[in-house]
């Protein structure tokens, strides 16, 4: 039985199937940027594990926001050869500080999407521009980093995280909201899943 309030219509003609594959993905990631992040079109936007799911979603959703600029990461020169050129503007590797730093000119980036976690989540904590967001979407890292509250007060970053099986029952309205937008763009084409076979 389904709940009502976290219920969302299916455009007639939609594939079901195409929209099933990207819905966990597409909602955490839409309400990662739209609800959390709050992207603007000017935001520099980090996307760590760009080659996973989850990270593939969010830079797509990234770049048809669009942000102004959508750096994805990767760790190993395998994983970045799956990142699509079409929604990434930068692709990095995992040393992140030094890079961060040349392309913003020292500015640091305005949003993290972190589903990785360990020490890809603190180099890119520690390159936020102020009033910068690192979202927390996950450890595939399996190492919990520990970040620094006097850094968030001294270089005015933020930081949240969103468990969408948590937090799903809570907010439904939201979840709602979010899947529409995602189905509503893989219907029209703009939005594709990120599974492929390696």
Request: charged share 15%; proline share 2%.
């Given at each position: 039985m389904a709940r009502t309030g976290m219920v969302t219509a299916v455009p007639e003609g939609a594939d079901l199937a195409r929209a099933a594959a990207v819905l966990v993905n597409g909602v955490t990631a839409w309400i990662a940027l739209h609800n959390l992040a709050r992207l603007q079109t000017s935001d520099d936007v980090v996307v760590l594990g760009t080659s996973g799911g989850l990270g593939g979603t969010a830079s797509q959703l990234a770049a048809i926001h669009p942000a102004r600029w959508v750096i994805g990461v990767a760790g190993s020169d395998v994983k970045r050869r799956f990142i699509p050129a079409e929604y990434t503007d930068i692709i990095l590797g995992s040393q992140l500080s030094t890079a961060l730093t040349e392309i913003t000119n020292g500015r640091g980036v305005d949003v993290v999407i972190d589903p990785v976690g360990g020490q890809l989540r603190a180099q890119a904590y520690e390159r936020l521009a102020p009033f910068g967001?690192?979202?927390?979407?996950?450890?595939?890292?399996?190492?919990?980093?520990?970040?620094?509250?006097?850094?968030?007060?001294?270089?005015?970053?933020?930081?949240?995280?969103?468990?969408?099986?948590?937090?799903?029952?809570?907010?439904?309205?939201?979840?709602?909201?979010?899947?529409?937008?995602?189905?509503?763009?893989?219907?029209?084409?703009?939005?594709?899943?990120?599974?492929?076979?390696?």
């Open positions: 967001r690192l979202i927390v979407l996950g450890n595939a890292s399996g190492q919990d980093q520990a970040l620094s509250g006097d850094a968030a007060w001294h270089g005015t970053r933020h930081l949240a995280g969103l468990s969408l099986g948590g937090v799903a029952h809570l907010v439904p309205a939201q979840i709602s909201a979010a899947a529409s937008a995602v189905i509503g763009l893989v219907h029209r084409g703009v939005l594709r899943e990120t599974c492929r076979s390696r």
